[in-house]
């Protein structure tokens, strides 16, 4: 099996629709059409985008193919608990899927990628979900917040027919503080701006990559893009520059659009540079965070087409009302109810509600074919008795067939919109609703169901579906 043949099958990625203006961080007027930033809502974080992210990469991909899923990111809600388990999960992978964290770098997404080219290089016949996630917390009205950002995005590593193939790797360690977070720091830290970037930003991504077109003999113009990172839009054009690439050679780094989304950055230019690349296109994609690293993408086929495209998710955001909102919705705000308190979901019933909870697993009955949510014993249409099979959800759409606000449940945006919906498959289900505005409901309502934090109770975040309307992100 030739390096050739082995690569990126699918690809997806997920942008929230939330976002914050930068003029709203500086207590300023915000304008339409202003610079913003992609923010994770208040039930989102760096597991439900990561499952959306993976969901959309194997809209038609059979899920019993995919035998490992590696996740990076620098946000897990997780100290000791794997995130990746908790995503294989909810996207209803098989047990024996290999999961594993990447962390504790912005460069994760990378030594990701790496080792699922490694695994299938070893075992053709391996499929790897790479996942990159992140929902940084930087400090309130700090420089770094405004640069920042949040998303997801994902591949599907494999061997055939990729779509494209990563090669030509250059890596490059260096040790030094720039931008990190402790064991006991909420936010994200940063040294002076100048300092991070000529010592270690452009230092390091500059040396990969002039190291990446020695090895190769070539020069920037003989690649058709660059996927660069960047921790800001003036350093980000100025090592552009210094390499020697053209501006219409550069993936455009969305700030002002999405922000620097951490570990998730890179991989989410490496997507929107792929929608637009030709066939026999190649890239040069340099990864930044404690040292650099940069490597050449070639476009081999133009077969796949993605479920929703980044410019999809660009033109599909909402402002948040005010910054407090945004303070509110990460729950740096001082209030009333405290949303950690309390034992939260008992491990014992999550363990025995994690298919219904988490995989949003239904059973039909083999008999009738009647879908029932939750599981049951007995069939209510023909009264068969435990003789059932799994069916998941997640991926159908439905209709609302009823609707009410709850005025009491702790949420950043009361009140809290549930209901009963009817999934394309006859089940029926009670859940919340996402992203979802009050003068849109009416009983028929088109839904598709996203993976979101309900609450934070037990200091430890709890999951499930909701359901959001199509017609709210454009498709009906």
Known sequence: MTDNSIGILAYGCYIPPTRLPLAAIRGGMVKDGGPQKAVANFDEDAITMAVTAGADCLHDIQ??????????????????????????????????????????????????????????RSDPKRQILVLASDARLPAPRSPLEANSGDAAAAFLIGAGSPVATLQDRVVRADELYDVWRGEHDEYVRSWEDRFNVIHGYTANVQAVCEALLDTLSEEPGSFAGAVLYG?????????????????????????????????????????????????????????????????????????????RTTDWYLQRGRALRSYDAYLDARHLSSTEHDPRGGDGVPATVH?????????????????????????????????AKDDFEPERLSDRQGRVLSYSFDYFFPSTEPPVIVGVCEVDNGARVYVQMADARMDQLRCDLPVEFVFRKIHDAGNKPNYFWKSRPLESVGEV
């Open 351 to 383: 363990f025995r509600e994690r298919d219904a909870d988490i995989s949003f697993q239904a059973q039909r009955c083999r008999r009738c074919g009647t879908v029932h949510f939750p599981a049951c014993r007995v069939c209510y249409h023909c009264f």
């Open 231 to 307: 921790p800001d839009a003036r350093s980000h054009g100025g090592l552009a520059r210094k390499l020697g690439f053209r501006p219409e050679q550069v993936q455009d780094p969305w700030f002002g659009k999405v922000g620097n989304c951490g570990a998730a950055f890179g991989p989410l230019m490496l997507v929107a540079a792929l929608e637009t690349a030709a066939l026999g296109d190649r890239l040069l994609v340099a990864l930044y965070g404690d040292g650099a690293e940069a490597m050449t993408c070639t476009v081999v086929s133009s077969q796949f087409r993605p479920k």
């Open 63 to 120: 899920r019993e193919l995919v035998t490992g899923l590696y996740l990076a990111t620098t946000s897990s809600p997780f100290r000791e608990k794997q995130a990746a388990a908790f995503v294989a999960k909810a996207l209803d992978l098989p047990q024996h899927t290999e999961t594993i964290d990447f962390s504790g770098t912005l460069r994760a997404a990378g030594a990701a990628l790496q080792a699922a080219i490694n695994a299938v």
